[in-house]
């Protein structure tokens, strides 16, 4: 165990305070993250956590040993929306007996779910331990792990739910401090807005563990009916197979303390009897683009694949890397304004310490105890940064191979692609030949593009004259 684990504090939403993080069983740190719905391709908010969990992974891995720590993020493919595709491509085979409605989900949830791990991957996250899918934890498993069902069951035993026009719903009023993580006194919560107005609810804030499903619509056998799990029991019962029914650390955006992570905690806590669900609870802050708040009607929506892939952000694709730099320059409590300029800062920081950590032939052996102290203060990554500056000036001094290595080193740890450039030489040269045709043509403004976007994969050009005919010609080589 790194020393670093005296000094990991960590700002817990459930308690508003930045707190000493001390683990259940250091030989097994234990966390959950709320992943993507897989209905359609992630977008750019859910990189946020992705990213800012993948380095509290990193460094709990650090302090604690790589094989100490587990890491489960789940997959959300239960889901009104793909319920219902489920039943429109594949219901003849799902009443035939030929294909389960799990299998039919996985085939409508394939393609997004693949295309989520390919961002991800490209963000330079690292893979979860565990990554369940909320299909699999609905009825009773054969390896007897938690399941919704049996959660819903022992919740009702226990009197916190009840049964009333087909649905089954948890009785807020039966968990005297529910609302603790929100700070919402069940009192004073109004009908309305994202509590739903229904008369056969004993109190308005009750929620739904378990709906009934028409003919028409997908479902599994219960013991209240074939029907379908509400949102949040998925969490519960994902959490408690993998984690355990209290662990160290739960996390998640801003937009989920309620009513989805509140609900997880009256569910864990009141079917198992427990005092806690998780000792520390971590949400990262909201994201907004070029100032305003992501909206598919302000046209300002965008995936990840369509960053990565696509010219509909600033008019060019972006390094996944470059993304993953850009989330984290902001505190991960803070809001964060996603914009061109900032890809543009982080894309030129980046290419800075990259040079500077090239000076190295390899990676330090050890990180620089000042960006692990720095990560270790509830992910101070603005403090962690301007080490790396620091240590990319002092790789440029003389005897700075060092300063170069640390530097080399913190990267891969932070997540960064520290190997040899890699470049298509066709590519380049079809680059090099498009971008002399608009010079030609005189559009600079696209000629300067995609010399950019070139230097910003490592490769800068050179323009120089024929010595025999006086024609512009242009070179490269490979530069951070």
């Not at 399941?147 to 916190?160: K, V, W």
């Not at 968990?175 to 109004?190: F, T, V, W």
């Not at 807005?193 to 609810?201: E, L, P």
């Given at each position: ?20 993080f ?10 959950y993250v709320?992943?993507p719905?897989?209905y359609?391709?992630a977008?750019?908010?859910n ?7 993948d380095v509290?992974?990193r460094?709990?891995?650090q ?6 720590v587990?890491y489960?993020r ?7 929306k ?6 429109r491509d594949?219901?003849?085979?799902i009443a035939?007996?030929k294909?389960?409605?799990n299998?039919a989900?996985?085939k409508?949830?394939?393609?997004t779910?693949d ?5 991800v991957a490209?963000?330079g996250?690292?893979?979860p331990?565990?990554e369940?899918r909320?299909?699999?934890f609905v ?6 792990k938690?399941?919704m069902?049996?959660l819903i069951?022992?919740?009702?035993e226990?009197?916190h739910?009840y049964?009333a026009s087909?649905e089954v719903?948890?009785d ?5 401090d529910y609302?603790e ?5 069940l009192?004073e919560q109004?009908a ?15 929620f739904v563990?378990?709906?009934?499903s028409s003919?028409?619509?997908p479902?599994?056998?219960?013991p ?12 519960s ?17 801003l937009?989920l ?12 806590r009141?079917?198992?009897g ?5 000792n520390?609870w ?9 100032g305003q708040?992501?909206s598919?009607?302000l046209?300002?929506f965008?995936?990840?694949h369509?960053l ?5 952000f600033?008019?060019?694709?972006w390094?996944?890397?470059v ?6 320059m902001?505190?991960y ?6 914009s061109v300029r ?8 980046l290419r800075k ?7 190295a032939?390899v990676?330090?052996k ?5 960006v ?6 509830d ?7 301007q080490?790396?500056?620091q240590l990319?000036?002092?790789a ?13 080193a ?8 520290v ?23 005189k559009?600079?403004?696209?000629a300067d ?5 070139l ?5 800068q050009?050179?323009?120089?004259k024929d010595p025999?005919t006086g024609?512009?010609?242009t070179t490269?080589e490979?530069?951070?």
């Amino acid at each position: 165990m790194s020393d670093a684990s005296k000094g990991l504090n960590l700002y817990n939403t459930l308690t508003r305070t930045k707190e000493r993080f001390i683990p259940i069983d250091p030989l097994n740190v234990r966390m959950y993250v709320c992943g993507p719905t897989v209905y359609d391709f992630a977008h750019i908010g859910n990189a946020r956590p992705a990213i800012v969990f993948d380095v509290l992974f990193r460094l709990l891995r650090q302090v604690y040993g790589e094989t100490h720590v587990t890491y489960v993020r789940n997959i959300t493919d239960v889901d009104d929306k793909i319920n219902a595709r489920a039943l429109r491509d594949f219901g003849e085979a799902i009443a035939a007996g030929k294909l389960s409605l799990n299998d039919a989900i996985r085939k409508v949830t394939e393609k997004t779910a693949d295309q989520y791990h390919k961002d991800v991957a490209a963000l330079g996250c690292l893979q979860p331990t565990y990554e369940p899918r909320a299909t699999e934890f609905v009825a009773p498993r054969a390896d007897g792990k938690a399941d919704m069902l049996s959660l819903i069951s022992q919740l009702i035993e226990r009197g916190h739910a009840y049964v009333a026009s087909g649905e089954v719903l948890f009785d807020t009023a039966s968990m005297p401090d529910y609302g603790e993580l929100s700070k919402r006194n069940l009192d004073e919560q109004q009908a309305g807005a994202r509590i739903a107005v229904d008369a056969h609810k004993k109190n308005p804030g009750d929620f739904v563990l378990w709906k009934l499903s028409s003919p028409e619509e997908p479902g599994w056998e219960s013991p209240w009916g074939r029907g379908r799990p509400g949102w949040h029991i998925e969490c519960s019962a994902m959490s408690a197979a993998y984690l355990g029914e209290v662990f160290d650390i739960h996390g998640g955006g801003l937009d989920l303390i309620f009513p989805h992570h509140e609900n997880e905690i009256a569910q864990s806590r009141c079917a198992h009897g427990t005092k806690v669900m998780a000792n520390v609870w971590m949400h990262n802050g909201f994201l907004q683009v070029e100032g305003q708040k992501m909206s598919k009607s302000l046209g300002n929506f965008y995936s990840i694949h369509e960053l990565l892939e696509t010219d509909t952000f600033g008019g060019r694709t972006w390094p996944g890397e470059v993304l993953r730099l850009a989330m984290l320059m902001t505190h991960y409590r803070e809001p964060i304004d996603f914009s061109v300029r900032k890809l543009e800062e982080a894309e030129n920081t980046l290419r800075k310490w990259k040079r500077a950590a090239d000076l190295a032939p390899v990676a330090a052996k050890d990180l620089p105890a000042e960006v692990v102290d720095a990560l270790s203060d509830d992910l101070a990554t603005y403090t962690a940064f301007q080490r790396l500056t620091q240590l990319a000036g002092e790789a440029g001094d003389a005897g700075g191979e060092k300063a170069a290595g640390s530097l080399k080193a913190a990267l891969a740890f932070l997540g960064f692609d520290v190997g040899a450039a890699k470049v298509d030489e066709e590519t380049i040269a079809k680059a090099i030949a498009d971008r002399l045709a608009l010079i030609a043509a005189k559009n600079w403004a696209e000629a300067d593009r995609l010399r950019d976007e070139l230097l910003a994969q490592g490769v800068q050009l050179k323009d120089g004259k024929d010595p025999a005919t006086g024609e512009r010609v242009t070179t490269w080589e490979i530069k951070r």
